[in-house]
């Protein structure tokens, strides 16, 4: 088992397996985007994969592939099959903004991926192409809807930025009903250089909750769990919405999570400027027992909590882009 100095069992590995992005989304990275890694600093799909099964045989169950965005790495539903096939992992998700869902659905579902979370700000396209930089209007919603079609588990995140999208809750709300899925607010996360200027975007869980319940009358849903997300439904229409509130409320003690970067740094926190590299040692022919200690070195490391609301305040130096969420 991996578990860290504050007797937290770590089971779910966020894999980004590209610092690459077709979207240049405004709370994820500058508008020039990231210094992107050279090829041959990014992990291949057998690092990859030799990372995530030395990875189950410490505990891990759940692998989320996230990026940059992730279906812009080629060949994806290789590394899936290969992901899948290790013994223990029970779960392969990914967050994706779907734009390249309609080709990549069946491919990804057939390789034994099960569930997907859809980053979707608004639904307002011209608002959607100042958000991202990108105006990929159709494309989004056809990739969404092929995502449906092939039977994905969906949950939809969007970033609620003050002045930007806040007043599209209930509307937002509703469209992840029509889809039986869940809408999950996050709240605005300063992360990186760019980042940390403005921490006035941040819309506070509550209030978010309170401008929802003159529409819905929600209730929260009784459960612990490692999910960041607080989970509330609507009694009328069972719509369930779920509330990320890591600046406000944070959920830091029931934290579960470790990540492997797409340049192969095991990272214990989002927030934490701490690495453990485990390219080298992949790349020196290191053995199963030497990546067990890479990852306890790693748990090791971690902080009870991510430190942004400390009197001085420590906050990631690296873009979101560049982690994956
Ligand atoms: S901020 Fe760090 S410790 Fe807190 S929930 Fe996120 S990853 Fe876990």
């Known amino acids: 088992m991996l578990v860290d100095r504050f007797d937290r069992l770590i ?4 894999i980004s397996v590209t610092d690459r992005c077709n979207f240049r ?22 690092e990859i994969a030799r990372v995530a099964s030395v990875g189950a045989e410490l505990g891990l169950r759940k692998i989320r592939l996230t990026g940059g965005e992730p279906t812009v790495r080629r060949d994806l539903p290789t590394l899936v099959a290969m992901l899948s096939s290790i013994k223990g992992i029970e779960e392969i998700a990914m967050t994706t903004n779907a734009a390249l869902m309609t080709d990549l659905a069946a491919p990804l579902k057939r390789a034994g991926m099960s569930r997907l979370n859809i980053s979707l700000d608004t639904l307002n396209r011209e608002k959607a192409a100042r958000i991202a930089r990108r105006d990929e209007w159709e494309r989004v919603q056809s990739g969404i809807e092929a995502s449906y079609r092939e ?10 930025m003050r002045g930007w999208n806040d007043g599209e809750l209930g509307d937002l709300l509703e469209y992840a009903h029509s889809f039986g899925a ?16 403005d921490r006035n975007q ?4 509550r209030e978010m909750l309170e401008s929802l319940q003159g529409r819905f009358d929600l ?3 009784s459960g612990v769990s490692a999910d960041p997300a607080k989970m509330w439904r609507c009694q009328k229409t069972g719509a369930r919405v779920g509330f990320i509130s890591s600046m406000s409320d944070h959920f830091c003690s029931t934290c579960n999570r470790m990540r492997l970067t797409a340049q192969g740094g095991l990272r214990p926190c989002l927030h934490q400027d701490a690495e453990v ?21 790693a748990a090791g490391l971690k902080w009870a909590g991510h430190r942004m609301n400390d009197i001085i305040p420590l906050y990631s130096s690296k ?3 560049a982690i994956g969420g």
């Open 319 to 321: 873009d979101m882009v």
């Open 182 to 197: 869940p809408m999950r607010f996050i709240e605005w996360m300063p992360m990186g250089l760019t980042g940390q200027t």
């Open 277 to 297: 590299d485990v390219r080298s040692l992949l790349r020196s022919g290191a053995s199963d027992a030497e990546l067990i200690d890479a990852f306890r070195e």
């Open 219 to 221: 209730v929260q849903e």
């Open 151 to 160: 039977g994905f588990g969906l949950k939809f995140n969007a970033v609620i």
């Open 11 to 14: 089971s779910y590995l966020r």
């Open 202 to 205: 941040t819309v506070p869980w």
């Open 25 to 46: 989304c405004v709370y994820c990275m500058p508008a020039e985007g990231i210094d992107v890694s050279p090829r041959q600093e990014i992990l291949s799909f057998e």
